[in-house]
């Protein structure tokens, strides 16, 4: 088992930037493929970007340009580097871990779930 904690959200003004962090514990991040996806009051949970254990990397096409994702094995984390954020990413965000992954997009597919983080982008 992994346990999953979300840290870095917070208000930010359009056109701003925020580093969200998501730190493993129990099992090593070097077993996983991790994504981080957001759900948005009153809409779905949405995919946003991940990295494979082969540190291959995937995003939404409405972060692509914008969002960066990276791991980083050695100290058990992985992030998600957001620039030039917009009003409509305002979510919280979430962190997932998946030994293995089918479609990427699809939350079914991952196993472990952090807490979440609050990102508010005002306009």
């Known amino acids: 088992q992994v346990q999953l904690v979300e840290s870095g959200g917070g208000l930010v003004q359009a056109g701003g930037s925020l580093r969200l962090s998501c730190a493993a514990s129990?099992?090593?991040?070097?077993?996983?493929?991790m994504a981080w996806f957001r759900q948005a009051p009153g809409k779905e949970r949405e995919f946003v970007a991940i990295?494979?254990?082969?540190?291959?990397?995937d995003y939404a096409d409405s972060v692509k340009g914008r969002f960066a994702i990276s791991r980083d094995n050695a100290k058990n984390t992985v992030y998600l580097q957001m620039n030039s954020l917009k009003p409509e990413d305002t979510a919280a965000y979430s962190c997932?871990?998946?030994?293995?992954?089918?479609?990427?997009?699809?939350?079914?597919?991952?196993?472990?779930w952090g807490q979440g983080t609050q990102v508010t982008v005002s306009s």
């Open positions: 990295v494979w254990q082969s540190y291959m990397k």
């Open positions: 129990g099992r090593a991040l070097s077993n996983y493929n």
């Open positions: 997932a871990a998946a030994g293995s992954v089918q479609a990427p997009h699809n939350q079914r597919d991952y196993k472990f």
